[in-house]
């Protein structure tokens, strides 16, 4: 199912990396160094998966469309489990 069309995927795709990298600074848990490495480690993964997949505003245009898709699903529940994950480290 597409909800969104490549370009607007895209586009949010960058502006979402850029907010995850920022966010440690822009709302305050910089501070707290796991949530700061989680955060940023995120936007830099959603960066390189956006820069790698076959859409308009894909560099090496290396994975398709659909697979991007099912990789931000994988990722967005590894991303929400996070706290309870790492409390336990």
Not at 23 to 33: H, Q, R, S, T, V
Not at 41 to 47: K, Q, R, Y
Not at 65 to 82: L, T
Request: glycine share 6%.
């Amino acid at each position: 199912m597409k909800v969104l069309k490549p370009l607007p995927h895209a586009v949010l795709d960058y502006a979402w990396a850029g907010m995850m990298i920022a966010a440690p600074w822009l709302l305050g848990f910089n501070k707290n160094k796991r949530a700061t490495v989680c955060s940023v480690t995120s936007g830099t993964s959603i960066l390189a998966l956006s820069l790698m997949t076959k859409y308009p505003l894909g560099v090496a245009k290396l994975i398709p469309f659909p697979v991007h898709g099912v990789i931000e699903a994988v990722a967005g529940a590894m991303v929400a489990a996070d706290p309870w994950v790492l409390a336990a480290v």
